[in-house]
């Protein structure tokens, strides 16, 4: 029996690297190969495979360079298939490549690479085997086709709700019915784990002449990715195929387009891909809910692709244990005026002895659920859009040994009374998220009929319930301060007719007896209607779904209405920090200190007319 293979330490861990050569051989013969170092400054000819490493253990037999090494099934299979495919072939592949047991070997390898995968000819992204391959493959290449050819959705900008309907009919545009095997082919692809795998998105961004392998499917990473994003942005066709996980397929979608709007044309001169580099804190926060068989890769398989690649605080070290790596990059975005970042990020429900305001980044999506979350690429921040303590910097913030922030700000008020989320989420897109926007409405004018509030009567009380609905003056620039109300009126009769034209069901009903207490409201009734609000209410639903369903409105103790999430609770208070755009929801911990709660959106005072520096004390958040 062959001894087993030990590796020899490489020469320059930050500058050569590994490659394996694949012998060509019967499909039935065993797997041999060689290693070889090499630099990668002599720009050596080689693939590289993305792939994901899953759970399993190394169980299949590799011959390398005579002697036993131990691979992972999958790994075993993409050589199989590669070698079936291109015969003899040298190829990159980590788990071979690197020595994953030398971790300070490991920590500079990784450190490269972004180099290894752009330096590489080709990348082959493999995601197993699959008998219908070819079938699936035209499948994909007549999806390709179709998403290509669609004509503009501008067309239906008139319509109150959401664009997409006019494809309803699958059928009469050549594709498969809503239950028809393709589409679950497509979507068991496009939902595979290794979309959501955070080292996927640097391997995708960087690559050159990317390809997706399944079986005997082989497509351009490029087209599908092209596919996945105008299915779901563009046509949002998924609420029209059976059994979808809609919500697992939005954030490969996301994931996606990230790598689309990141990628420019490559260089026509050696065709390497150019790509624009993002902040790493962004990127750590575009990548929550990715996956990752080790938690320090959720910082590290950034870090390279981040302006702060060269960072020496911020250096790979897989000697260096995970709470203290995700503890390192709080503290660096805290001195460099990221705090604000940072908040948006932090765990709903932080364990016992974990500071509330630093973010996991091995969290699930679940786990962090912080007021804008619902927006196209989970990158996209509506905090922009305001300033609630003016021009301030958060630069002005501290990180205490102790891991308590600090700043000063103003405790603004306390949550008085809070309501409860949407009935419905993402049933049925069309007609549930209308009827949920109804019982927002609802809430909302319920709660403010309860209430001293400084917002007024008639027209501007309904101005400040359609304003509080959408989170703010996003549709000022185009409408005017006034279009909010008369967009409301608008869409109101327009949702009762669509809610009418559907299956009835009790919960249709309550609805509709909704729509008829807001409209015999007092302050609705001396709204009228003025006709230019029409063209707005398309503008004010998709506001809407972009934004707050998934929020939980609340009134303060001074009668400012707000939304927040479903964990802010009686007795929170409202603050502002310098730097932060939005006010901060905080719980007093009796001792002087607060913990982080989440963000929220309070009417009235977005655009600072609250905050004044010389109010401001000092405040640790724990």
């Known amino acids: 029996m062959a001894s087993e293979y030990e590796y020899t330490a490489l020469s320059h861990p930050k500058g050569s690297i590994r490659l394996l050569t694949i012998q060509a051989d019967n499909q039935d013969e065993p797997l041999r190969g060689q290693l070889t170092e090499t630099a990668l400054e002599e720009h050596p000819k080689y693939i590289t495979l993305s792939y994901t490493w899953g759970g399993a253990t190394a169980t299949k037999d590799l011959q390398l360079d005579g002697k036993r090494f131990k691979i992972r099934p999958n790994v075993f299979d993409a050589l199989r298939r590669l070698r079936k495919n291109l015969g003899s072939f040298t190829i990159w592949i980590d788990a071979i490549c690197i020595n994953q047991d030398d971790l300070d070997e490991r920590s500079a390898q990784v450190s490269i690479m972004r180099q290894i995968y752009e330096s590489a000819d080709?990348?082959?992204?493999?995601?197993?085997?699959?008998?219908?391959?070819?079938?699936?493959?035209?499948?994909?290449?007549?999806?390709?086709?179709?998403?290509?050819?669609?004509?503009?959705?501008?067309?239906?900008?008139?319509?109150?709700?959401?664009?997409?309907s006019h494809v309803k009919d699958l059928t009469a545009f050549g594709l498969p019915g809503r239950n028809g095997p393709q589409w679950r082919a497509f979507f068991r692809l496009t939902s595979h784990v290794w979309f959501v795998r955070?080292?996927?998105?640097?391997?995708?961004?960087?690559?050159?002449?990317?390809?997706?392998?399944?079986?005997?499917?082989?497509?351009?990473?490029?087209?599908?990715?092209?596919?996945?994003?105008?299915?779901?942005?563009?046509?949002?066709?998924?609420?029209?195929?059976?059994?979808?996980?809609?919500?697992?397929?939005?954030?490969?979608?996301?994931?996606?387009d990230m790598v689309l709007k990141?990628?420019?044309?490559?260089?026509?001169?050696?065709?390497?891909?150019?790509?624009?580099?993002?902040?790493l804190i962004n990127l750590l926060r575009s990548s929550i809910g990715a996956g990752a068989s080790d938690p320090r890769d959720f910082v590290f398989a950034l870090l390279g692709i981040s302006l702060e690649a060269d960072e020496p605080t911020l250096q790979p070290d897989y000697q260096q244990d995970v709470d203290e790596i995700y503890k390192r990059v709080a503290k660096y975005m805290v001195k460099t005026g990221s705090a604000n970042l940072l908040l948006d990020c932090a765990l709903t429900h932080p364990p016992s002895g974990w500071p509330t305001w630093i973010p996991r980044w091995d969290a699930g999506v679940n786990d962090v659920k912080h007021t804008w979350t619902w927006t196209r690429g989970t990158t996209s921040r509506m905090h922009h859009h305001f300033r609630a303590v003016g021009d301030s910097s958060t630069k002005g913030f501290r990180c205490e040994d102790s891991y308590t922030l600090v700043g000063r700000g103003i405790v603004f008020d306390r949550i008085e009374n809070t309501g409860y989320r949407s009935r419905f989420w993402n049933k049925n897109y069309d007609i549930e998220n209308t009827?949920?926007?109804?019982?927002?409405?609802?809430?909302?004018?319920s709660m403010l009929a309860e209430i001293?509030?400084?917002?007024?009567?008639?027209?501007?009380?309904?101005?400040?319930?359609?304003?509080?609905?959408?989170?703010?003056?996003?549709?000022?620039?185009?409408?005017?301060?006034?279009?909010?109300?008369?967009?409301?009126?608008?869409?109101?009769?327009?949702?009762?007719?669509?809610?009418?034209?559907?299956?009835?069901?009790?919960?249709?009903?309550k609805t509709l007896k909704s729509i008829a207490r807001i409209r015999q409201s007092k302050d609705f009734l001396s709204l009228g209607k003025d006709p230019a609000g029409a063209?707005?209410?398309?503008?004010?639903?998709?506001?809407?779904?972009?934004?707050?369903?998934?929020?939980?409105p609340f009134t303060t103790s001074r009668g400012y209405l707000g939304l927040t999430t479903e964990r802010a609770r009686a007795g929170d208070v409202v603050v502002l920090l310098p730097g932060c755009e939005v006010p901060l929801v905080l719980r007093p911990k009796g001792d002087g200190t607060f913990n982080y709660v989440t963000t929220c959106y309070v009417q009235g005072i977005m655009l600072g007319e609250a905050w004044?520096?010389?109010?401001?004390?000092e405040i640790g958040i724990v």
């Open 122 to 164: 080709r990348t082959i992204v493999y995601l197993g085997e699959n008998s219908h391959g070819k079938k699936l493959q035209e499948f994909c290449e007549t999806l390709y086709d179709f998403t290509s050819s669609f004509p503009a959705l501008a067309a239906v900008v008139n319509s109150p709700f959401p664009p997409g």
């Open 612 to 617: 004044n520096e010389d109010d401001a004390e």
């Open 198 to 256: 955070v080292w996927a998105f640097q391997e995708s961004l960087v690559s050159r002449n990317c390809d997706i392998v399944d079986g005997d499917l082989v497509f351009p990473q490029a087209r599908l990715f092209e596919t996945i994003t105008a299915l779901f942005f563009e046509l949002r066709m998924f609420q029209y195929v059976a059994n979808l996980d809609v919500m697992k397929w939005m954030q490969v979608a996301q994931r996606c």
């Open 435 to 445: 009827m949920n926007l109804v019982d927002r409405i609802a809430q909302l004018t």
């Open 452 to 509: 001293q509030h400084p917002y007024g009567t008639g027209r501007d009380a309904i101005q400040a319930i359609a304003r509080t609905v959408v989170m703010g003056d996003r549709m000022d620039a185009d409408t005017g301060t006034a279009a909010h109300a008369d967009a409301l009126a608008h869409w109101l009769p327009a949702a009762e007719a669509r809610i009418i034209h559907d299956d009835l069901t009790p919960d249709h009903g």
């Open 262 to 279: 990141a990628q420019h044309l490559p260089s026509p001169v050696d065709g390497r891909q150019s790509w624009s580099r993002s902040s």
């Open 535 to 552: 063209k707005y209410a398309r503008q004010f639903f998709d506001e809407v779904l972009n934004t707050s369903l998934a929020c939980t």
